[in-house]
Protein backbone atom coordinates (compact mmCIF):
# COMPACT_ATOMS: atom_id res chain seq x y z
CA UNK A 1 0.00 0.00 0.00
CA UNK A 2 1.07 3.74 -0.72
CA UNK A 3 1.17 6.29 2.23
CA UNK A 4 0.17 10.18 1.11
CA UNK A 5 2.22 12.19 3.66
CA UNK A 6 2.31 16.33 2.07
CA UNK A 7 1.35 15.25 -1.33
CA UNK A 8 4.33 12.06 -1.46
CA UNK A 9 3.79 8.84 -1.81
CA UNK A 10 5.93 6.14 0.81
CA UNK A 11 5.33 2.43 0.25
CA UNK A 12 4.17 0.06 2.85
CA UNK A 13 4.53 -3.55 2.62
CA UNK A 14 1.42 -4.53 4.71
CA UNK A 15 1.04 -8.37 2.97
CA UNK A 16 -1.46 -7.37 0.89
CA UNK A 17 -3.77 -7.16 3.67
CA UNK A 18 -6.12 -3.72 4.67
CA UNK A 19 -4.83 -2.54 7.92
CA UNK A 20 -7.52 -3.64 10.82
CA UNK A 21 -8.02 -0.55 13.46
CA UNK A 22 -8.87 -3.16 16.19
CA UNK A 23 -4.99 -4.58 15.73
CA UNK A 24 -2.10 -3.78 17.19
CA UNK A 25 0.58 -2.54 14.08
CA UNK A 26 4.24 -3.70 13.61
CA UNK A 27 5.94 -0.88 12.09
CA UNK A 28 9.36 -2.30 10.21
CA UNK A 29 12.02 0.17 8.99
CA UNK A 30 15.02 -0.81 7.43
CA UNK A 31 19.06 0.08 7.21
CA UNK A 32 21.37 2.36 4.81
CA UNK A 33 20.30 1.77 1.50
CA UNK A 34 17.87 -0.97 1.73
CA UNK A 35 14.11 -1.50 1.49
CA UNK A 36 11.14 -3.07 3.04
CA UNK A 37 12.16 -6.62 1.78
CA UNK A 38 15.12 -6.98 4.13
CA UNK A 39 12.22 -7.97 6.63
CA UNK A 40 10.26 -10.27 4.43
CA UNK A 41 10.87 -13.46 6.95
CA UNK A 42 9.99 -11.48 9.54
CA UNK A 43 7.17 -9.01 8.61
CA UNK A 44 4.96 -11.95 6.70
CA UNK A 45 4.52 -13.90 10.09
CA UNK A 46 3.39 -11.08 12.27
CA UNK A 47 0.76 -10.54 9.28
CA UNK A 48 -0.24 -13.80 9.82
CA UNK A 49 -0.68 -14.18 13.37
CA UNK A 50 -3.50 -11.47 13.99
CA UNK A 51 -1.02 -8.07 13.46
CA UNK A 52 -0.97 -5.43 11.11
CA UNK A 53 2.57 -4.87 9.75
CA UNK A 54 4.28 -1.55 7.89
CA UNK A 55 7.13 -2.54 6.30
CA UNK A 56 8.14 0.68 5.26
CA UNK A 57 10.52 2.25 2.29
CA UNK A 58 11.63 5.34 3.98
CA UNK A 59 11.84 8.29 1.44
CA UNK A 60 13.69 7.99 -1.56
CA UNK A 61 13.87 4.08 -1.04
CA UNK A 62 12.68 1.03 -2.55
CA UNK A 63 9.07 2.15 -4.42
CA UNK A 64 8.92 5.35 -1.99
CA UNK A 65 8.83 8.94 -3.25
CA UNK A 66 10.22 11.68 -2.25
CA UNK A 67 14.16 11.95 -1.81
CA UNK A 68 16.55 10.67 1.28
CA UNK A 69 16.45 12.39 4.72
CA UNK A 70 20.11 14.11 5.64
CA UNK A 71 19.17 13.09 9.33
CA UNK A 72 18.32 10.73 12.03
CA UNK A 73 15.78 13.35 13.39
CA UNK A 74 14.68 13.83 9.61
CA UNK A 75 13.63 10.22 9.17
CA UNK A 76 12.39 10.08 12.77
CA UNK A 77 9.90 13.21 12.24
CA UNK A 78 8.59 11.30 9.27
CA UNK A 79 7.73 8.31 10.85
CA UNK A 80 6.02 9.93 13.34
CA UNK A 81 3.78 11.23 10.37
CA UNK A 82 2.89 8.03 9.10
CA UNK A 83 2.34 6.67 13.14
CA UNK A 84 -0.02 9.20 13.86
CA UNK A 85 -2.05 8.52 10.57
CA UNK A 86 -2.59 5.40 11.59
CA UNK A 87 -5.21 3.82 13.27
CA UNK A 88 -4.55 1.26 15.67
CA UNK A 89 -4.55 0.41 19.46
CA UNK A 90 -0.52 0.35 19.64
CA UNK A 91 2.08 0.39 17.95
CA UNK A 92 5.67 -2.30 17.83
CA UNK A 93 8.55 -0.47 16.36
CA UNK A 94 10.94 -2.77 14.96
CA UNK A 95 14.22 -1.08 13.08
CA UNK A 96 17.43 -2.40 11.82
CA UNK A 97 21.02 -0.42 12.12
CA UNK A 98 19.75 2.92 10.55
CA UNK A 99 16.59 1.56 10.76
CA UNK A 100 17.04 1.15 14.79
CA UNK A 101 18.27 4.46 15.10
CA UNK A 102 15.38 6.16 13.12
CA UNK A 103 12.68 3.70 15.58
CA UNK A 104 14.56 5.33 19.06
CA UNK A 105 14.34 8.62 17.79
CA UNK A 106 10.57 8.74 16.76
CA UNK A 107 9.82 6.75 19.88
CA UNK A 108 11.36 10.03 21.89
CA UNK A 109 9.22 12.41 19.79
CA UNK A 110 6.34 10.55 19.59
CA UNK A 111 6.46 10.85 23.88
CA UNK A 112 2.78 10.17 25.23
CA UNK A 113 0.77 10.55 22.42
CA UNK A 114 -1.71 7.59 21.67
CA UNK A 115 -2.57 5.01 20.29
CA UNK A 116 1.08 4.48 22.26
CA UNK A 117 4.11 2.72 21.60
CA UNK A 118 4.23 -0.31 23.40
CA UNK A 119 7.36 -1.98 22.53
CA UNK A 120 10.68 -0.87 20.30
CA UNK A 121 13.00 -3.54 19.25
CA UNK A 122 16.53 -2.34 18.10
CA UNK A 123 18.31 -4.92 15.78
CA UNK A 124 21.75 -4.75 14.64
CA UNK A 125 21.88 -1.49 16.96
CA UNK A 126 24.76 0.23 18.19
CA UNK A 127 25.55 4.01 19.36
CA UNK A 128 27.14 5.74 18.55
CA UNK A 129 27.09 4.50 15.06
CA UNK A 130 30.43 5.89 13.91
CA UNK A 131 31.16 5.02 9.99
CA UNK A 132 34.78 4.51 9.02
CA UNK A 133 36.06 7.36 7.04
CA UNK A 134 37.35 5.18 4.19
CA UNK A 135 33.29 4.08 3.61
CA UNK A 136 32.35 7.40 3.95
CA UNK A 137 34.54 7.92 1.25
CA UNK A 138 33.60 4.97 -1.15
CA UNK A 139 29.80 6.12 -0.50
CA UNK A 140 30.42 9.59 -1.86
CA UNK A 141 32.54 8.75 -4.69
CA UNK A 142 32.79 4.60 -5.60
CA UNK A 143 29.75 3.58 -4.11
CA UNK A 144 29.76 0.12 -5.57
CA UNK A 145 32.53 -0.15 -4.08
CA UNK A 146 30.86 0.81 -0.58
CA UNK A 147 28.45 -1.80 -1.59
CA UNK A 148 31.14 -4.40 -1.63
CA UNK A 149 32.34 -3.23 1.58
CA UNK A 150 29.30 -3.24 3.78
CA UNK A 151 27.95 -6.62 2.37
CA UNK A 152 31.07 -8.23 3.07
CA UNK A 153 30.81 -6.99 6.93
CA UNK A 154 27.83 -7.75 7.23
CA UNK A 155 27.70 -11.63 6.57
CA UNK A 156 29.63 -13.96 8.25
CA UNK A 157 30.14 -15.99 4.90
CA UNK A 158 29.77 -14.42 1.44
CA UNK A 159 28.93 -18.09 0.23
CA UNK A 160 27.43 -21.12 1.41
CA UNK A 161 25.22 -21.70 4.72
CA UNK A 162 21.92 -20.01 3.84
CA UNK A 163 19.53 -21.28 6.12
CA UNK A 164 17.14 -21.19 3.33
CA UNK A 165 17.08 -23.01 0.06
CA UNK A 166 18.02 -21.37 -2.58
CA UNK A 167 18.23 -17.77 -1.06
CA UNK A 168 21.78 -15.80 -1.11
CA UNK A 169 21.92 -13.20 1.14
CA UNK A 170 25.06 -11.67 0.29
CA UNK A 171 24.03 -11.88 -3.47
CA UNK A 172 20.54 -9.77 -1.87
CA UNK A 173 21.86 -7.04 0.26
CA UNK A 174 24.55 -6.22 -3.22
CA UNK A 175 21.20 -6.41 -5.49
CA UNK A 176 19.55 -4.14 -3.16
CA UNK A 177 21.96 -1.60 -2.80
CA UNK A 178 22.85 -1.28 -6.86
CA UNK A 179 19.08 -0.71 -6.69
CA UNK A 180 18.93 2.13 -4.78
CA UNK A 181 18.74 5.81 -5.51
CA UNK A 182 22.05 7.28 -6.02
CA UNK A 183 23.46 8.77 -3.10
CA UNK A 184 21.33 7.36 -0.98
CA UNK A 185 23.83 5.33 0.63
CA UNK A 186 26.29 8.22 1.45
CA UNK A 187 23.09 10.52 2.91
CA UNK A 188 22.34 7.32 5.04
CA UNK A 189 25.64 6.82 6.56
CA UNK A 190 26.07 10.74 7.29
CA UNK A 191 23.05 10.69 9.29
CA UNK A 192 24.31 7.64 11.22
CA UNK A 193 28.00 9.12 11.91
CA UNK A 194 26.55 12.30 13.25
CA UNK A 195 23.27 11.13 15.35
CA UNK A 196 23.73 12.40 18.50
CA UNK A 197 20.76 12.28 20.34
CA UNK A 198 20.48 8.86 21.41
CA UNK A 199 20.58 9.83 25.59
CA UNK A 200 17.69 11.75 25.20
CA UNK A 201 15.82 9.44 23.20
CA UNK A 202 15.78 7.12 25.85
CA UNK A 203 15.45 9.18 28.22
CA UNK A 204 12.36 10.35 26.38
CA UNK A 205 10.90 6.38 25.99
CA UNK A 206 9.61 4.59 29.14
CA UNK A 207 8.57 1.29 27.20
CA UNK A 208 9.91 -1.88 26.91
CA UNK A 209 12.93 -1.95 24.97
CA UNK A 210 14.35 -4.92 23.27
CA UNK A 211 18.04 -5.35 21.62
CA UNK A 212 18.85 -7.97 18.99
CA UNK A 213 22.29 -8.54 18.19
CA UNK A 214 24.48 -11.23 16.09
CA UNK A 215 27.42 -12.16 17.97
CA UNK A 216 29.86 -12.01 15.04
CA UNK A 217 28.10 -8.27 13.98
CA UNK A 218 31.26 -6.10 12.81
CA UNK A 219 29.23 -3.27 11.71
CA UNK A 220 27.50 -2.57 15.10
CA UNK A 221 29.16 -4.99 17.46
CA UNK A 222 27.16 -6.90 19.94
CA UNK A 223 29.35 -5.07 22.65
CA UNK A 224 28.61 -1.75 21.94
CA UNK A 225 24.33 -2.74 22.07
CA UNK A 226 25.20 -4.30 24.83
CA UNK A 227 27.04 -1.59 27.07
CA UNK A 228 23.45 0.72 26.09
CA UNK A 229 20.94 -2.14 27.20
CA UNK A 230 22.44 -2.57 30.50
CA UNK A 231 21.70 1.41 31.41
CA UNK A 232 18.17 0.95 30.59
CA UNK A 233 16.18 -0.95 33.17
CA UNK A 234 13.74 -1.86 30.92
CA UNK A 235 15.81 -3.45 28.26
CA UNK A 236 15.97 -6.78 27.04
CA UNK A 237 18.80 -8.41 24.94
CA UNK A 238 19.24 -11.18 23.12
CA UNK A 239 22.29 -12.21 21.11
CA UNK A 240 22.18 -14.44 18.16
CA UNK A 241 25.08 -16.85 17.20
CA UNK A 242 26.59 -17.50 13.76
CA UNK A 243 25.36 -14.09 12.46
CA UNK A 244 26.79 -10.66 11.49
CA UNK A 245 24.87 -7.57 10.54
CA UNK A 246 22.43 -9.12 8.17
CA UNK A 247 20.84 -10.72 11.07
CA UNK A 248 17.50 -10.79 9.59
CA UNK A 249 18.72 -12.98 6.70
CA UNK A 250 21.56 -15.24 8.29
CA UNK A 251 19.30 -15.98 11.45
CA UNK A 252 15.90 -15.52 10.27
CA UNK A 253 14.07 -18.08 12.38
CA UNK A 254 15.90 -16.35 15.68
CA UNK A 255 15.19 -12.82 14.91
CA UNK A 256 11.55 -14.05 14.22
CA UNK A 257 11.52 -15.84 17.16
CA UNK A 258 13.01 -12.77 19.91
CA UNK A 259 10.34 -10.75 18.09
CA UNK A 260 7.41 -12.51 18.64
CA UNK A 261 8.10 -13.37 21.99
CA UNK A 262 9.13 -9.57 23.26
CA UNK A 263 6.11 -8.24 21.28
CA UNK A 264 3.70 -10.86 22.25
CA UNK A 265 4.33 -10.08 26.35
CA UNK A 266 3.84 -6.50 25.55
CA UNK A 267 0.60 -6.57 23.96
CA UNK A 268 -1.67 -3.26 24.75
CA UNK A 269 -3.56 -3.89 28.30
Not at 168 to 196: F, H, I, K
Not at 212 to 234: F, R, T, Y
Request: aromatic fraction near 10%; charged fraction near 15%; charge should be negative.
Amino acid sequence: MYIEIENTQYYAYTASRTLDPAKETVVFVHGTAMDHSVWALQSRYFAYHNYNILALNLPGHGQSDGEPIETIEGYASWLVKILKQTKSPCFHLVGHSMGALIVLEAAGQYGDATPSIASLSLVGFSYPMAVSPALLDAAENRPSEAYEMMTQWSHTSSLGGEPNPGFWSAGGQMSMMENSRPGAVYTDLVACNTYQNASVAFESFSSPILFISGVLDKMAPAKLAMVVAEKNQSAEIVMLPRCGHSIMSENPDGVRDALNDFIHRHQAD
